[in-house]
């Protein structure tokens, strides 16, 4: 299913969009295959994809895209539906970013929320303007389970998801200098945490 975009952002500090411009990318189309070769960019506050055609911007039906990527720096962001989350923040149809499929696979949450003028003037503080603010989260499942558990980037967190290494990752944490509330550092345990398990590691 797709429906033309009819902006109606105007007035709102800020955009919805995770990345403001459209990008170079693909998406698999439930029943259909994957498109290449696609402008896109992914709407935030509404949890949908947007794609260029025919110089339109279309909305794409998130039951009917279950995944999408795009280059951007020089990275490639991948977004994949289809879980669900103890928390219930994380339903059926809303993306996460793929940050690292292994013995774990860990996810984050992209989410854009419109914060309502609060201004006050007597005391002349607070915003005149609605506007939208970036909130993150994180998720990690076991192998290719569909079940997430909220994840915080603190070190009992972490240090849960890779029970059976724990010992050997904060070892590896210590040895290298690494922060537990450091995304990039996050990313290196669990690459270090599948070298563990698949006997590579030491």
Same mark, same amino acid.
Request: glycine share 8%; hydrophobic share 35%; aromatic share 12%.
């Given at each position: ?43 935030? %506050? ?125 070892? %590896? ?30």
């Amino acid at each position: 299913m797709m429906l033309m975009l009819n902006s109606s952002y105007y007035g709102i500090e800020g955009t919805p969009y995770h990345i403001d411009d459209f990008r170079g990318g693909a998406f698999h189309h439930t029943g259909v295959g994957r498109y290449e070769d696609v402008m896109i960019r992914y709407n935030a %506050f509404e949890d949908w994809l947007e794609i260029v055609a025919d110089g339109d911007s279309l909305i794409l039906n998130p039951k009917a895209v279950g995944s999408f990527e795009f280059m951007h720096n020089g990275i490639n962001f991948l977004y994949r539906n289809g879980y669900r989350s103890n928390d219930k923040r994380v339903e059926r149809e809303h993306y996460l970013q793929m940050l690292h499929e292994g013995a774990v696979v860990f996810m984050k949450r992209h989410r854009k929320e419109l914060q309502k003028a609060n201004f006050d003037p007597v005391f002349n503080t607070g915003s005149k303007y609605d506007r939208f603010v970036e909130n993150e989260s994180y998720y990690a499942a076991g192998g290719r389970g569909d079940h997430l558990e909220p994840v915080r980037l603190r070190r009992r967190d972490i240090l849960a998801l890779m029970g059976d290494r724990s010992d050997q990752i904060e070892k %590896f944490v210590r040895d290298n200098r690494l922060n537990y509330r450091s995304e990039a550092d996050v990313l290196r345990m669990l690459e270090q945490y599948d070298r563990l398990k698949n006997g590579e590691g030491n």
